[in-house]
């Protein structure tokens, strides 16, 4: 299969007409989901398929290490040429490369205002111009309601994509209100475009 009948056939093609074309640019978009399901795998699918079309990524970490972050790309890239018996996947995969940057970074020592100005370093004065930025392992809550703004704002400056994830912890009142927002961005929903709940289902998610 060639690489323009890959991205035709992606199965996101369909999880973009749910969400109605997609996150959009300059917009927030949220995986959310109980830790184990695989966020990360998911963001990097969307990443991957953004890879595939030439567009730039760049995957923003703030887990300790990035090497599962680099294995998952690895591993999805393989899968997928494999499935679809991809023309050319080696000189396919090193174009793609090309389009992908990891970051990394400490939220508890480092300020949302030194990430984003290492990003602006990186899309503008770097020549990097990115579509999409993932947002790893962020912690969101309500305490980083002016943080959530400012990223917003930087996304819609650059013309950006935001995918961010969000780990559910239990609590006494369940995971989602009666409209199925986390509660723990329950108050945060006038700054998030989309929101996907993820969840097992026997050996799917």
């Known amino acids: 299969m060639v690489k323009s009948e890959l991205i035709k056939r992606s199965p996101l093609r369909i999880f973009e007409k749910s969400i109605h074309d997609g996150v959009g640019k300059g917009n ?13 795998a998911c963001l990097t699918h969307i990443a991957v398929d953004k890879l595939f079309q030439d567009k730039k990524v ?18 999805i890239f393989k899968e997928i040429a494999k499935k679809r018996n991809l023309e050319n996947a080696i000189e396919i995969h090193d174009e793609i490369v090309k389009n992908r940057v990891i970051m990394n970074f400490n939220q508890d020592v480092v300020s949302v205002e030194q990430v984003l100005t290492s990003l602006g370093a990186l899309i503008s004065d770097g020549n990097f111009g990115a579509d999409t930025v993932i947002f790893d392992g962020y912690n969101i809550n309500e305490d980083t309601s002016e943080e959530l703004d400012q990223i917003r704002a930087f996304a819609k400056k650059l013309g950006l994509e935001i995918w961010f994830s969000l780990s559910l912890r239990d609590r006494p009142e369940g995971l989602f209100n009666d409209k199925k927002i986390p509660f723990a961005v329950e108050k945060l929903v006038d700054k998030i475009d989309v929101i996907v709940n993820l969840r097992h289902v026997e050996d799917h998610v």
């Open 28 to 40: 927030i978009g949220i995986l959310a989901a109980k830790k184990g399901v695989g966020k990360t």
């Open 58 to 75: 760049v995957h923003v970490s703030f887990a300790s290490t990035v090497d599962h972050i680099i294995s998952w790309y690895e591993d």
